[in-house]
């Protein structure tokens, strides 16, 4: 009787482990759907990431071309030539980093779509989804870099048309509108004033180009000191 009390425990015993491996492998599989399902999804962003990277590179492009041929155009004067000169090429930087980040993008995209194959026909969906993830963060990345170097190219394009029309003397506001607070202007706290910063000041906006000296593209507290003189 012992014997045969042994052997239902034993079988017992076995019945469970049996179970538990079983509920295991079942509780696996949504696991893998799931990890297939997220490396397709990253893979998909990850490409509309590399498409907006690649505009803005084209859009860049566009303006850094534009730039060159408005400062090939003449400017009124010579200071006005230097500033040309200058955000011209910063356009053409911008445009060079757009369009390096584009090419990161589509890099990082494609190595997406691979660990999305990998991720449906291998046996370690898990960690291709991971990759794929780590994909997608590179190409946002990439993507960022883009737009905000379209941006500045954009900008440069402007700024260059602008400075075609720059005199060689500084252009001065009435006596009030040289009081400037620098630290209320300084919006961000870099401890210069940028274009879009300036425009808060309405002489110094109408002057920005003249009272940045460098034609760095923002103005220091020096060139503030030297406008108010």
């Known amino acids: 009787m012992r014997t045969h009390a042994i052997k239902r ?17 079942s509780a ?6 799931q990890s ?11 490409a509309q990431d590399a498409r907006q990277a690649r505009d803005s590179a084209s859009s860049a492009q566009a303006a850094a071309t534009a730039a060159a041929q408005t400062r090939q155009q003449g400017a009124i004067s010579e200071r006005g030539a230097i500033a040309a000169q200058a955000t011209a090429q910063q356009a053409q930087r911008a445009a060079e980093d757009a369009r390096q980040a584009s ?9 997406a779509r691979s660990a999305q194959a990998a991720a449906t026909a291998g046996s ?8 794929a993830r780590a994909a997608l963060s590179e ?31 500084v252009i001065a506001p009435p006596s009030d509108g040289r009081s400037v607070d620098f630290a209320a202007l300084d919006a961000n706290g870099d401890g210069v ?7 808060a000041h309405g002489a110094l906006s109408a002057n ?12 220091s507290a020096n060139e503030i000191a030297a406008w108010r003189r």
């Open 124 to 131: 370690n969906p898990t960690g291709a989804a991971i990759e």
């Open 139 to 169: 190409a946002r990345t990439a993507n960022a870099v883009a737009a905000d170097a379209g941006s500045v190219a954009r900008a440069a394009a402007a700024a260059t048309a602008e400075a075609n029309q720059l005199p060689d003397r």
């Open 28 to 33: 696996q599989v949504p696991g893998k759907v």
């Open 103 to 111: 090419q990161q993008a589509k890099r990082a995209s494609e190595d």
């Open 193 to 199: 004033i940028s274009r879009e910063e300036s425009r």
């Open 9 to 25: 425990h034993s079988l017992l015993m076995l019945a469970t482990v049996a179970a538990l491996a079983a509920s295991a492998a």
């Open 208 to 219: 920005f180009l003249a009272v940045d000296v460098d034609a760095d593209g923002r103005i």
């Open 36 to 46: 297939k399902h997220d490396a397709v999804e990253k893979a998909d962003v990850a």
